[in-house]
């Protein structure tokens, strides 16, 4: 075999080493991922949840391979990019404006330090979780310093040179895996608690009695181990302190809280059709889509699923589809609704029908033919709701 000469020189002092819990570190990353915030003036915070998520992979990744230095200044923005997040989220309108087109620009822009300096300065929603949870980010203090070691190369042990040294590659690295891991888990604790600047619902919806009174959120909470290994439970117990969170928690309490039911319709799209009746003593609860979904649902044992929005909103239940294949094409919706015969199209397997009801365009599947009876009822049914929307 030929001498790969470019192979080692790329090669020569990396040492790449093994994280065996990688595929649970990344699982609970999906904590951090799956908790978009539904704020309409924090929309932008969106994109920096998700790129400190993927810098936080990407150190893993780095640490494997072994660019061990790459990996902890991996680690280091993603602290960076979500107190970056904060910054520009927690400020007045004007200030916001200014920094974020400061940032866009690549102009002029605080570094970390400044940042926190500015948020704890300026009693901010910041200021207050940081004075609650003092301890958490004192914590976080040290855990950012000891990163700039490695990123700033303080030390032989951050050269690869006398790391990766021919006298030092048969070492035993479980310590330094060890090292690198802990810093990695107060890494990804770290984004989640700066998410929670911008909102506490990934908190408040582990709250069953809070999760049941809130609408689809775009929000999914925090799961229970998620908090215990990369917070710790009594930080997030300090975090209930903070007036945004017992704002919401007070604002959220005075709804009515829904059945499991309902709250898996309103949430979840899915009907439990044994139990319509108990989701229909609280219709109140639902929007239009949910409670016709619902109606069309308990209309008969054969339907399945329930679409609107032209196929893009579904609602499925109890009943299984006979249908095998998942997919869709607005197209099929298409040609559904502009077939002449409104019932008992074939869909694969399953079947669909198609109902007008307040005006928009409903489409049940089910599972065998509608028959005459249903038919005639589900025509009465469009021309009740067509003659009260005229009065």
């Known amino acids: 075999m030929s001498f790969d000469f470019i192979e080692h020189k790329e090669s020569n002092n990396l040492i790449p080493l093994k994280i065996e819990n990688k595929e649970r570190y990344y699982l609970d990353l999906l904590n951090i991922e799956h908790s978009w915030t539904g704020r309409l003036d924090a929309q932008l915070a969106n994109t920096f949840i998700l790129e400190s998520n993927q810098l936080l992979i990407n150190a893993i990744t780095l640490f494997e391979q072994g660019y061990f230095d790459c990996a902890y200044y991996s680690l280091r923005q993603s602290l960076e990019v979500s107190t970056t997040m904060t910054y520009l989220i927690d400020n007045d309108e004007e200030t916001r404006s200014k920094e974020l087109r400061k940032w866009k620009d690549q102009g002029h822009f605080p570094m970390y330090g400044q940042m926190i300096k500015f948020l704890d300065a300026n009693q901010t929603v910041f200021s207050?979780?940081?004075?609650?949870?003092?301890?958490y980010?004192?914590?976080l203090n040290t855990v950012k310093k000891k990163l700039n070691k490695y990123v700033h190369?303080?030390?032989?042990?951050?050269f690869y040179i006398s790391k990766n040294h021919p006298l030092n590659r048969k070492k035993d690295q479980s310590n330094f895996i060890?090292?690198?891991e802990s810093f990695m888990k107060k890494c990804i604790g770290a984004v989640a608690v700066f998410r929670l600047t911008i909102d506490p619902f990934p908190i408040l919806l582990m709250d069953e009695d809070m999760y049941s009174r809130t609408e689809d959120t775009m929000t999914k909470g925090y799961n229970d181990?998620?908090?215990?290994?990369y917070i710790g439970t009594e930080h997030i117990e300090c975090y209930k302190k903070t007036e945004m969170?017992?704002?919401?928690?007070?604002?959220?309490?005075q709804e009515e809280a829904k059945e499991s039911y309902t709250s898996d319709v309103v949430k979840n799209q899915f009907i439990d059709k044994e139990h319509i009746d108990n989701i229909l003593k609280?219709?109140?609860?639902?929007?239009?889509?949910?409670l016709v979904a619902v109606v069309l649902c308990g209309f008969s044992k054969k339907v399945s699923k329930i679409y609107c929005i032209g196929g893009l909103h579904m609602y499925f239940s109890s009943t299984k589809s006979t249908r095998d294949n998942w997919s869709w094409s607005s197209e099929d919706f298409k040609n559904f609704e502009s077939s002449k015969n409104a019932f008992n199209q074939t869909y694969?397997?399953?079947f669909i029908s198609f109902i007008e009801l307040y005006g928009e365009s409903y489409f049940m599947e089910h599972n065998e033919k509608l028959d005459e009876n249903e038919i005639k009822e589900l025509e009465i049914l469009k021309i009740l709701h067509t003659t009260m929307a005229k009065k």
């Open 225 to 229: 181990d998620f908090i215990e290994q």
């Open 178 to 180: 060890a090292e690198f």
């Open 128 to 135: 207050d979780i940081k004075e609650q949870m003092s301890e």
């Open 137 to 139: 980010f004192e914590d």
């Open 348 to 350: 694969d397997e399953s």
């Open 282 to 290: 609280q219709k109140h609860l639902l929007s239009q889509h949910d």
């Open 245 to 253: 969170y017992l704002n919401h928690y007070n604002s959220l309490i």
């Open 153 to 158: 190369k303080q030390g032989f042990n951050t």
